[in-house]
């Protein structure tokens, strides 16, 4: 069992910055892999950001790319997303995600949060 929490969200104007957080508890020993995805209403859930257990390869959408960065704290079993330039079509409910996979992958994960909510006005 695996869980994990989203924190951070919140409401910034655009061109702002915001920083997720996304703790992982529980049976993470085989957790190599974690991702980013947000889903706006009345649009699907989009693939956002993905880190491999090591930290040194990345992957992006292109949507946010240059924009985002993904990072991870082993030792405090943290994910995080730094957010810059943010845009109004950031808008979205946030998730975090794990999968014992070894590369970096737009999906499918495992592991879900709850999500945490960020709003970006014009």
């Known amino acids: 069992q695996v869980q994990l929490a989203e924190s951070g969200g919140g409401l910034v104007q655009a061109g702002g910055s915001l920083r997720l957080s996304c703790a992982a508890s529980g049976r993470t020993g085989n957790i190599y892999v974690m991702g980013w995805f947000r889903q706006a209403p009345e649009k699907e859930r989009e693939f956002v950001a993905a880190?491999?257990?090591?930290?040194?390869?990345?992957l992006y959408a292109d949507a946010v790319k240059g924009r985002f960065t993904v990072s991870r704290d082993n030792a405090k079993n943290t994910v995080y997303l730094q957010m810059n330039s943010l845009k109004p079509e950031d808008t979205a409910n946030y998730y975090c995600a794990a999968t014992p996979k070894v590369l970096v992958t737009t999906g499918p994960y495992d592991y879900w949060g709850q999500g945490t909510q960020v709003t970006v006005s014009s």
């Open positions: 880190i491999s257990r090591s930290g040194r390869s990345t």
